[in-house]
């Protein structure tokens, strides 16, 4: 889900909204949203945002089990499609989204705050690892691999997991896509593919259930509204919508007749 950055050790990291913005509507699925209805939704939600008629949104939720292919993914890294294959057009190669994972879609508007995609995919690092620093969990950047890593010791010197992975698209400068944090699932099904197109045996995927955290997805959801405000400024009170009924009225609200 993420795309290889050659430099990015510079990166100024915070993309605050010009003064007296509205705040940042924010949402959380209690309930597992098939693929292509939330790539619906966000196409919705994109267009209206760039239109002026809807606040920036950031919705948490999971996915059944599935695997996607962003615009640089090969075939060859889809060793075992065990999942159904969405193509998507993030940036980025192969990955896996299923239950245990908390997904992150983040529609922001980055006329309203800098016109500056690695500057956003940066500030989606540091908000992953001030997260993560709320469980003990040392995430770390890296500047010639998207996400947010874990130094593996136990493994061997130059281990390291991959916890997060990043992947983003841009559309009239208001971003889609966004995150998949590993909180605890069943990290086997990457072994169909290879992960963001990452082949060095050095690197893995983790999660926090792995490195012995307990962390629920709840858990994970409050630390990522706490350390949203300093880096992304204020968002609205959190809205949990069962996502099968509200999409079809959210896209018609949209102008949208195309029923899901």
């Known amino acids: 889900m993420d795309q290889t950055a050659n430099t990015r050790g510079d990166m100024t990291i915070g993309l605050l909204p010009a003064p007296r913005s509205a705040p940042v509507e924010w949402r959380i699925s209690d309930e597992a949203v098939g693929y292509d209805h939330a790539l619906a939704f966000m196409a919705a939600r994109v267009a209206a945002i760039a239109g002026g008629e809807a606040p920036e949104l ?141 082949s060095d045996a050095r690197y893995g995927v983790t999660s926090l259930a792995e490195l012995g955290c307990a962390a629920s997805l709840s858990d994970v959801d409050a630390a990522l509204r706490t350390e949203f405000s300093t880096l992304f400024g204020a968002s609205s009170v959190p809205l949990i919508p069962k996502f099968a009924s509200e999409v079809p009225q959210t896209l018609a609200n949209f102008g949208i007749g195309k029923q899901i």
């Open 58 to 198: 950031v919705w948490l939720l999971e996915h059944p089990a599935l695997y996607t292919a962003g615009t640089s993914a090969q075939r060859q890294e889809l060793i075992e499609a065990r999942f159904p294959v969405h193509s998507v057009g993030r940036g980025g190669q192969f990955t896996y989204h299923g239950p245990g994972q908390r997904v992150g879609y983040v529609m922001l508007d980055l006329k309203r705050r800098a016109p500056d995609v690695r500057r956003f995919v940066a500030t989606l690092e540091e908000w992953i690892i001030r997260a993560l620093a709320r469980f003990d969990v040392r995430g770390e950047r890296r500047g010639d691999r998207v996400g947010v890593w874990v130094r593996r010791p136990d493994k061997g010197q130059g281990f390291e997991d991959k916890i997060a992975a990043i992947g983003v698209r841009v559309q009239r400068w208001v971003t889609l896509h966004g995150f998949a944090l590993n909180v605890a699932p069943d990290l086997s099904h990457f072994a169909g593919i290879v992960p963001c197109g990452v």
